[in-house]
């Protein structure tokens, strides 16, 4: 295993650019552009500064450094290969060569009297030659200026080697998986959300690439998996204690209900056996000593459904598992959270500028909420003011205080803003026209001072008024309980048709759609078709990706929700106190 020093600066950059020209034409011009006239590069130390000219290597941050790197790397790896008895593999600047020991001898010696001339200057005391046991000694008098060793080391983040070295190995990184998480988990009692995010986006990944290139190595990694499961999901959701359903609740991705912090342990052979499969043809070739590697695509698509098919089968069988353990209630509330958009705001960075972040507090009660733990931090009342027993189920749907009503404003000024952007005069709440006395069907509304949520004109169609109606619902209401989840959905999308469909298709001459929301943040049909054509409507004007936009718009929707929600729990619902006289001339001596 070799390793160059200095690599990316050392790179030849003149020759480098005279080989892009033969290895990669396509990509020669642009590099060409950016390399061709010396970088400037400023040394200052605050009030002085001087130039320097770079004339070499490549330029640190360049997103184009790695492939100008390893294209104009290829006429010395191709030197290589009159080795046939050698297998070469290199990636950027490091490289390898597997086979006999007198013959990699050889191969070793044209690294390092052809690499220099090319840029690339192989470090012995960086580079690693692994030997089976008892060849040590020989490979010492043919190597006398590299590492040898039989145990295995590490290469491009795994390890090659004996079982018994790359137990060692995963032993010691095991322990910095440990420190990191522990880590983040005391960060995560200041800010749970953004610590969630740094460890799904971020410190797991870390392993991620170990897990694929590394079989056999489930029992490795049980110690990471109890400091997730004591540490970093306490600190996370400010619970004392995560029992094991929980748990396994937990490491479902979100679209399942789960938060996407999967098991290192159940997820490890899996991980291995599809990295193989993904990667077999490339093995093939390498193995073959192929000169030349061109995918075969059509296969490459076949091969990376059947991954995703394994794994969404694999999901699907731990979600159904999980949710025959679970009670009636509890089994509804799985089936709520694991709906589409329910798990919008546990997709996304933390991003202040976009109002993505909670607060601890929010972002607690809404785990709470989502998994039926115990609400934590400041103690809530006992009861409510209206007497009944302060559950979350009646904080939920207790009108006094105006949540209820908070929550469906939130929705619809949303909304009606984004109409705004693509629509024409949007209005909220705008006066129906009134019926004289026209004959509508049964339970339609008639008064003529009625109103709905939002109008637009252009919606649908040019010109035509489009009219709207938002009803946010508690989805663990008792009167919403005693059915199934979609038939839930189109109850409440009914009933608004019931009462203003016809009125508006009549009397206004536009189109009505019921704009029908859970308190987890799923949408009804109607609304999920608004939500798709705002998005098509608002790509359209401003030259962005469809999908970006409806993303934004279901993660506004869904952080609308549940900061609605937490609210709901938190709000104060007693009387308000009057002012009197003597408190405005305290007020104004304080002041």
Known sequence: MVDASNAFNALNRKAALSNMDHTCPEFHQYLTNTYGLPSRLFVTDGEHHEILLSREGTTQGDSAAMGMYACSLMPFVNTLRVYDKVITIFYADDGTG????????????????????????????????????????????????????????????????????????LKEMALKWKSDIETISEFAYTDPQLAYSAYTMGVSKEWSFVLRTTAGISNLLEEVEETITTKLLPAITGQPYIDDITRKTM?????????????????????????????????????????????????????????????????????????????????????????????????????????????????QDALSIRYNLPIVGEARPTNCACDELNTVEHALSCKKGGYVALRHNRVRDYIAAELTRVCDGTEIEPSLLPTNGRDLPEGTITEDNARLDISARGFWNTMDKAMFDVR????????????????????????????????????????????????????????????????????????????????????????????????????????????????????????
Request: with cysteine; charged share 25%; proline share 4%.
């Open 98 to 169: 597997a086979g006999r020991l007198d013959k990699v001898s050889e191969w070793w010696g044209r690294v390092k009297s052809d690499g220099p001339s090319f840029g690339y200057y192989p470090d012995p005391g960086k580079s690693w030659l692994v030997v089976k046991p008892g060849l040590e000694q020989q490979a010492k008098d043919l190597f006398p200026d590299v590492n040898v060793t039989s145990i295995g080391h590490r290469y491009l983040g795994s390890f090659i080697g004996t079982e018994e070295g790359t137990a060692d190995y």
């Open 251 to 363: 490491a479902l991705p979100a679209r399942y209900g789960g938060l996407g912090i999967e098991n290192p342990v159940t997820m490890a052979d899996l991980e291995n056996a599809n990295s193989v499969a993904a990667t077999a043809e490339l093995v093939k070739a390498i193995t073959e000593k192929k000169t030349e590697f061109v995918p075969d695509q059509e296969m490459d698509k076949v091969t990376k459904a059947a991954i995703r098919k394994l794994k969404q089968d694999l999901y699907k069988s731990l979600h159904e598992t999980i949710r025959g353990q679970l009670s009636e209630s509890a089994r509804r509330n799985f089936d709520l959270i694991s709906e589409k958009n329910s798990s919008a705001y546990l997709t996304c960075l933390p991003i202040q500028q976009l109002n993505f972040n909670l607060n601890r507090q929010e972002f």
């Open 472 to 591: 946010a619902f508690n989805a663990h209401a008792p009167s919403n309980c005693n059915q199934t989840i979609p038939l839930t959905y189109a109850k409440h999308e009914t009933q608004k048709k019931i009462a203003y469909l016809h009125r508006v298709r009549e009397i206004e001459g536009g189109f009505f759609s019921p704009l029908v929301i859970s308190t987890t943040g799923g949408l009804a049909k109607e609304f999920t078709k608004v939500v798709k054509h705002i998005a098509e409507l608002k790509a359209k004007k401003s030259g962005n990706r469809h999908g970006d936009c409806i993303r934004y718009i279901r993660l506004r929707l869904s952080f609308s929700m549940v900061r609605s929600v937490t609210l709901s729990i938190r709000g104060f619902r007693g009387k308000k106190t009057e002012t009197t006289s003597d408190d405005l001339w305290n007020m104004r001596v304080c002041q």
